[in-house]
């Protein structure tokens, strides 16, 4: 069956401009979990959403954002775009369960200039 | 909270020889275990977990971890690497418990090149 699907792949954006990323889940999935890999902090957890509810979030500040919809789709959304917010945006899905596996789509490259 | 720390940022070994990644995680409550790989340019993959049981786990492409409790640690070992084998490895650790256990909080991760 098809993974984790992300669009764009690449994206570059100017300061202050605001972004929208999507993530398709495996099908059958209703968890979709959203990070933030960057060389000098790793990866780190943005959100988590299970059947179009926020179950968990990370410490980010609210310029992030996401929602899921009734297919289980995903996408986040960053206002006010920094430099510092360069970064590869992974995307997870997983049937939801407490230590289920999650699956990672190729993620979205963001550069910020 | 948890926290993860990998002691080895980077590892090159040459191929056929047996390599160790190390992990080391710190938390208040019981843990689930993961280690990842990331291939350039790719999305994370699964290797192994541990959710429960017999200490050593068994995973893809020949890898196993052992999870100790009394270490707090959970390292990824190969008898034999492969040029294939070269890759970023995350170890990864989420709460079984309560509200926080929906997402992984991860090491920096261990860079293992292979060198023929």
């Known amino acids: 069956k098809a993974g984790v699907t992300q669009t764009p792949r690449y994206l570059i954006k100017t300061r202050g401009q605001q972004v929208t990323l999507s993530c398709s889940p495996i099908?059958?999935?209703?968890?979709v979990s959203w990070y933030q890999q960057t060389p000098g902090q790793g990866l780190q957890f943005l959100f988590e959403?299970?059947?179009?509810?926020?179950?968990n979030k990370g410490n980010f500040p609210g310029r992030f954002s996401g929602r899921q919809f009734s297919n289980s789709r995903s996408e986040m959304n960053v206002s006010t775009l920094e430099l510092g917010d360069s970064a590869l945006y992974l995307c997870a899905s997983s049937w939801g369960g407490t230590g289920d596996e999650q699956y990672f789509g190729p993620g979205t490259r963001l550069t910020v200039t | 909270a948890q926290s993860v720390t990998q002691l080895d940022s980077q590892v090159p070994v040459f191929e056929e020889a047996p390599v160790e990644l190390r992990c080391n995680y710190s938390s208040s409550v019981s843990v689930y275990l993961f280690w990842y790989v990331q291939y350039p340019n790719q999305g994370l993959q699964l290797l192994l977990k541990y959710l429960s049981g017999s200490t050593l786990v068994k995973g893809i492409n020949g890898f196993e971890a052992e999870f100790n409790k009394s270490q707090t640690s959970f390292h990824l070992r190969k008898p034999s690497v492969h040029i294939s084998d070269t890759a970023e490895y995350f170890c990864a650790v989420s709460d079984k418990s309560g509200g926080s256990n929906y997402k992984l909080t991860f090491g920096k991760g261990t860079l293992l090149t292979v060198n023929p």
């Open positions: 099908s059958g999935h209703r968890s």
């Open positions: 959403y299970f059947s179009e509810t926020q179950r």
